[in-house]
């Protein structure tokens, strides 16, 4: 666990996880990268045990994969995030959220 947040510092420090809308606070439109970016920062950290298994981590990687084009990755994330959603009004939310086609 000490050697992710290890470096999860080092990629704060060097602007990797910087929020989304930074650039848009400065008078940017445009988001700092993309969801292929995203997920390869992503394949780079082992989470922690708490997180790893959460519907807000399948969430994150279903987005992710839909917003790339990796359907059958997509959807098969997006079950799990529904599955294990603590409630109805979750589960409502990421069924929006996480429509499969593109928004």
């Known amino acids: 666990m000490g050697s992710n947040r290890g470096m999860l510092r ?12 930074a650039e848009s606070c400065r008078g940017g439109s445009r988001k700092w990268r993309g969801p292929v970016e995203g997920l390869a ?3 780079g950290l082992e989470p922690p045990s708490w997180l790893a298994g959460s519907y807000m981590w399948m ?8 917003r ?3 359907d ?18 979750v ?6 959220r996480l ?3 593109p928004a």
């Open 41 to 43: 920062i992503l394949e």
């Open 68 to 70: 790339c084009g990796n």
């Open 10 to 21: 080092a990629a704060r420090a060097a602007g990797a996880l910087r929020a989304p809308h």
């Open 72 to 89: 059958e990755l997509a959807q098969r994330y997006r079950d799990a995030a529904l599955g294990s959603a603590p409630s109805t009004a």
């Open 91 to 96: 589960r409502g939310v990421l069924k929006r």
């Open 59 to 66: 969430a994150v990687l279903a987005d992710l994969h839909r």
């Open 99 to 101: 429509q499969t086609s």
